[in-house]
């Protein structure tokens, strides 16, 4: 038997699968172009990746993984027969501390490569890694915004809600896949 999340699906749903597969699309250009252009700069691009904190980048890494695991945990709850709506307005509030702490993370190593004269002009390294992980943050703002939204149409407690909490844990997967690729890219590829 189907619960009212799964049995039936809103506009605003599928409207959320297409902007996802957009969004794929388009960081997946980036991603191809960062790929060509470190194929034509190879050193340079290794030379600039040893600017980067590799520490830093694994636990963003694992902060978006843990606020990924609490969306999906929301999203199962939201699936249960007898969901339990402050159980996943708890979820997604700590899958919004998890994506809060990747933020300030993130906008502190911005801050300090730019404060060590790193910035997009430097060379085409620079141009990629601040114009992807610029582009990447805002996704996470927006991702958090989806998030907040859902927790605060929960307080509701109406059924036909519950599939919002499903969609809004697939778009921060998304981002969290995409923070995957990217920071094999930049990161860890040389």
């Given amino acids: ?20 597969m957009a ?18 700069q190879g050193a340079l691009f290794s030379q600039e990746q040893q600017h980067l904190s590799l520490l830093s980048g694994v636990v963003n890494t694992v902060l978006l993984l843990l606020g990924s695991m609490t969306a999906a945990l929301a999203a199962w709850a939201a699936q249960q027969p007898a969901a339990n ?13 998890f ?14 490569l730019q404060n060590s004269g790193l910035d997009l002009g430097s060379n085409d390294f620079w141009l990629f890694y601040f114009s992807m992980g610029m582009f990447h943050y805002l996704h996470v703002v927006l991702g958090m915004v989806i ?27 998304m981002v969290d896949l995409v923070w995957l690729v ?8 040389r």
């Fill in 99 to 112: 994506g809060t702490a990747f933020l300030v993370l993130k906008m502190h190593d911005f801050a300090q």
């Fill in 23 to 40: 969004e794929l699309l388009v960081f997946s250009l980036f991603f191809a172009a960062y790929a060509w252009h470190r194929a034509g």
């Fill in 147 to 173: 998030l907040a939204l859902v927790w605060w149409q929960l307080r509701k407690q109406r059924t036909e809600d519950l599939v919002q909490a499903e969609t809004a844990a697939a778009y921060w997967h």
């Fill in 85 to 97: 709506f402050a159980r996943i307005r708890r979820l997604l509030l700590i899958t919004l501390a």
């Fill in 1 to 20: 038997m189907q619960n009212a999340s799964t049995s039936r699906r809103v506009p605003g749903d599928v409207a959320m699968w297409f902007f996802i």
């Fill in 182 to 189: 990217l920071f094999a890219l930049v990161y860890v590829t």
